[in-house]
């Protein structure tokens, strides 16, 4: 029987209700020796691939234990709530994506299934808009505690898990085209582009490169650190993941220039 000592929560209930700390009143209830990590509750309402690029960024960081992930337009719906075991963890989510770049991240999943056992579900108060109360914790407190998964429900074929498509930037001869993955509390914006794939242009840190912001070129600084720069110089730093974010010293890069999620941007060399 495994048992783990962590459950981490990674969803997009924010602290402003009572809905986080509900789910830590549950866990405290089911498996009272649990060590609860809150990666963040603060994800955009509905995310769903922010919240799962958000838990493939911190899981490499996190300890061996039960990973709830909770972004979940398609609460009440048809859509399949799931137990996943990958490395040595247990990832516990709606099948909407958000757990797979997590999954991948661990090594892939090694057995799924899907949670229907209603022994192991909260009654529940209301309708069916809280499943992170009524089915999500309640499932990952009791696999905490070393109940097999195979008590939750069927086994559920990984292969037919909802994927996330994380895109991939393109590289020409003369440039990269990305878009912004996520922007973080500071106004950084992380691109899907690696500071290997810019040098591949020949660009050096230190150096110019122009932005291409759709449509609009400006120029940033290729560096590794922001104090390198004077104040509200527009940079292209290697981030703290290893990836390339546009930033502004001791400003916000988002509000600048006009950035979110998803925004294409192309850079370009000499």
Partial sequence: ????????????????????????????????????????????????????LTLVRAIQYMPAGVHVAIV??????????????????????????????????????????????????????????????????????????GTPLEEFGDEVDPHTLVPMLVPLCSVDAKSVAGEILWIDRFGNAQLNISPGELEMLGASVGEQVEVEIEGAAIGAAFSNTYADHEDGVILLIVDSYGMLSLSVNRGRASDILGLRSATKVRLKTG
């Fill in 72 to 145: 979940d337009p398609g609460v009440g719906t048809d859509r399949r709530a799931i137990a996943v075991e990958a490395g040595p963890s247990v990832m516990v989510g709606p099948d909407n994506g958000i757990l797979s770049p997590a999954v991948a991240m661990l090594g892939g999943a090694t057995r799924c299934v899907e949670l229907t056992n209603e022994d192991y579900q909260l009654p529940r108060a209301g309708g069916q808009t809280f499943a992170g109360r009524d089915l999500f914790v309640p499932a990952a407190a009791q696999i905490a505690l």
């Fill in 1 to 52: 029987m495994v048992r783990y000592e962590y459950i981490t929560l990674t969803t997009d209930y924010g602290l402003n209700d009572e809905f986080a700390g509900v789910c830590h009143g549950v866990i405290a209830q089911i498996a009272p020796g649990a060590r609860v990590i809150d990666i963040t509750h603060g994800i955009e309402p509905f995310d769903v691939r922010g919240g799962g």
